[in-house]
Each structure stands twice: as structure tokens, then as C-alpha cells.
């Protein structure tokens, strides 16, 4: 009795390592666009198949889940992870978890990703194939070589990209069979969100990955220019949201976003005034955290609308 109460302890604590490997506290960046583009085909009264919704969010949480397991193999392995730096599920650099078994890990969740994606493909055709290959082809040379495009200065352009306008598309066209312009001009603010996300993370981690011979977007820009590209990104996210709905794009309930403004105006002024990066320790966090209530609110303005 007590080896079958310590095996069920052993599955219940292995478990909870590899669920932590996932970072599932980062989960939020990716289903945000997902419930974005459902959103928006109840705003825009389309058809939809909504038996392919659970479908398009487990697909979307795998993928997330393997590219943060491939980053952190990769961020591992090049010295980009040490004791000293921030960020990371800590799980590699603290000796939890062998490194060849979390690449293992995330290469198992691309591949139950792409097992997702045929059933997308034979409902919905060549499209959903092209934009289902970006993502994975995306997730992965994250950090991976040959491209390994986060240490070329060009992540957050990237995540902007994968994370805002091709997630929000994505959920559309599964669940619509349908592409629209007006579903890439809703995708960019959110867009702008989850690249602040990151900008924030390399902005803190700045120095730590210079040590290690990297080059993010804000190493690229430098420590000033990092912090006007951070503002800009959050600025750009509410100044989509009030022009679009002065265009009628977005419906005036979108307005319900701008409650998120004193947040995002407390997070510029902790970039612009920290010097160290123990005082930004947590700004990725609290921008991710705005990243979800601003987008909770715009979906929740577009289904209101919608339904109405």
C-alpha cells in the first residue's frame, strides 16, 4: 500500500515539473489572441464551426508550451540562463530537469501541434497549413539554429507578428474558413501588448545578455532606445484601439480598454526611471498582466456588441 501511495506521489510530483517546464504563467499571451479571434467572428456575425474552438486552444497552448521548452533548452546550452539571471522556469538552471529532456519535451508538443493541424487543414484547406507551418517553423527557430532569430535583434518584431496578427487570424480562418482585413486591424493591439511582453524581459535582461554574447531587440537598440521602443509598443496598443473605433472598425464598447491606461502609464514610467534591473524585475510580469486585462476587455466589447 505505502509503494503504490509513494509511485502515485512520484507521477503527482513528475507531473507538476513538467507542467512548471511548460511556463504555464505565460499562458495568457497566447490565448488572448485565440479568444481575440473567436471574438471576432461573433462581432462580425460570421458562421463558425465552434466544435473546432477547444481544438484551436489546445493547439495554441501546445505551441506555446514547446517553444518556451525549446527557448529554455537553447537559452540553457548558450549561457543565456545562469543562476544570477531572471526569467526562465528555472527548472534547467537549478538541475530539476535533465536539458535533452525538455528539448524532447518540446519537440513531443510541436509534433501533437501539427497532429492538431490536420484536422484544421481538412476542414479549412491550404491556408490554415501556411500560417499553421509560420507557427511552428516560428516557435521553434525562436531560439534553435540555424536562424535563432531572438539573439538577431529581431524578436519582438517577430512575436508581434506570430503572437498578435497571426493568432488572432489563425482562430478567425478555423473557425470561419475565412480571412478578413478587418481581423488583422483588431489583431494589432494585442499585438503590441505581448511584444511589450518581451521588450520588458529583454529590457531587464539587458546586460546579463550581453554577457552571454546575444543580441535581443533592446541589445540592439541600447538601453534608451529600448526603453522608448517599450512606451511606444504600449502607447501604439491604446492608440489602435481609439482610432479604430473612431473608424468604426472596433466598436465603441472597445473604448472599455482605455480603463487599463493608469496601468500601462505606471509601467512606461518604471521603464523610463529604473537603472537597475532588479527594479524592473517584475515589468514583463505586470505587462503581461495588462496585456490580459486590455485584452479581456476588447474581447468581451466585441462579443457584447456582437450579440447585441
Request: with cysteine; aromatic share 10%.
Amino acid at each position: 500500500m505505502n509503494t503504490d501511495v509513494s509511485l502515485r506521489t512520484n507521477i503527482t510530483e513528475k507531473a507538476k515539473l513538467w507542467f512548471w517546464a511548460c511556463r504555464p504563467f505565460s499562458f495568457t499571451a497566447s490565448m488572448v489572441p485565440v479568444f481575440l479571434g473567436a471574438a471576432a467572428a461573433i462581432y462580425l456575425k460570421r458562421p463558425a464551426n465552434w466544435l473546432l474552438f477547444p481544438l484551436v486552444v489546445l493547439a495554441s497552448l501546445a505551441i506555446h508550451a514547446a517553444t518556451n521548452m525549446v527557448n529554455d533548452y537553447f537559452d540553457y546550452v548558450k549561457g543565456v540562463d545562469r543562476n544570477e539571471t531572471f526569467g526562465s522556469s528555472r527548472l534547467l538552471v537549478e538541475g530539476v530537469l535533465p536539458a535533452r529532456h525538455v528539448l524532447a519535451g518540446g519537440i513531443f508538443l510541436f509534433a501533437l501541434t501539427a497532429a492538431i493541424g490536420l484536422v484544421f487543414i481538412a476542414f479549412r484547406g491550404l491556408p490554415i497549413l501556411i500560417i499553421g507551418l509560420v507557427g511552428i517553423l516560428g516557435g521553434f527557430f525562436y531560439t534553435a539554429a540555424p536562424l535563432a532569430y531572438k539573439y538577431r535583434g529581431i524578436g519582438d518584431a517577430m512575436v508581434f507578428l506570430l503572437m498578435g496578427p497571426l493568432m488572432v487570424i489563425g482562430s478567425f480562418l478555423v473557425l470561419t474558413g475565412r480571412y478578413e482585413h478587418a481581423v488583422l486591424w483588431i489583431s494589432l493591439p494585442v499585438g503590441f501588448l505581448v511584444a511589450a511582453i518581451l521588450s520588458a524581459n529583454n529590457l531587464r535582461d539587458i546586460e546579463h545578455d550581453r554577457r552571454a554574447g546575444i543580441c535581443t531587440t533592446a541589445c540592439l537598440l541600447g538601453r534608451g532606445a529600448a526603453r522608448i521602443e517599450y512606451s511606444g509598443l504600449i502607447v501604439c496598443a491604446y492608440a489602435a484601439v481609439l482610432i479604430m473605433a473612431i473608424l468604426k472598425i472596433l466598436p465603441v464598447w472597445s473604448l472599455a480598454a482605455l480603463i487599463t491606461v493608469p496601468a500601462g502609464i505606471k509601467n512606461i514610467r518604471g521603464a523610463l526611471a529604473a537603472e537597475k534591473p532588479e527594479q524592473i524585475a517584475r515589468l514583463d510580469v505586470q505587462t503581461a498582466q495588462l496585456h490580459l486585462a486590455f485584452g479581456v476587455l476588447l474581447i468581451i466589447s466585441l462579443i457584447v456588441k456582437g450579440l447585441l
